[in-house]
């Protein structure tokens, strides 16, 4: 696949890693893939993410409330403090 193509598959890159994709949109990622290093590296980089990411989640404790609400003030996110 022509390099052109790169950005149209930006969209889908999510689902793909996720494994929710269509299995032609599928298809055609991992046939792009196969001719782009450039896109082989922003997928791995995007899986490496995503597990890192889920990997530090299950281990992050939960903040405490009062550190938690003033985080939430700071980012003006007051409505979901539920006061």
């Known amino acids: 696949m ?3 193509n790169c950005r149209h598959l930006l969209g889908a890159l999510s689902d793909y890693v996720d494994g ?3 299995a032609a949109i599928c298809a055609e990622i991992e046939r ?3 001719g782009c290093d450039n896109c082989r590296v922003v997928v791995d980089t ?3 993410t995503v597990y890192l ?3 530090v989640a299950t281990e992050t404790p ?3 409330a009062e550190v938690r ?3 939430y003030q700071r980012l003006n996110l007051d409505e ?3 006061n």
Do not use: F, T, V
Request: a negative charge; zero cysteines; hydrophobic letters at 40%.
């Open 20 to 22: 929710e994709a269509e």
């Open 53 to 55: 990411y889920h990997d």
């Open 46 to 48: 995007l899986k490496k």
């Open 2 to 4: 022509a390099h052109e």
């Open 69 to 71: 609400q003033r985080l």
């Open 62 to 64: 939960d903040l405490p």
């Open 32 to 34: 792009h893939l196969a």
């Open 80 to 82: 979901l403090l539920g």
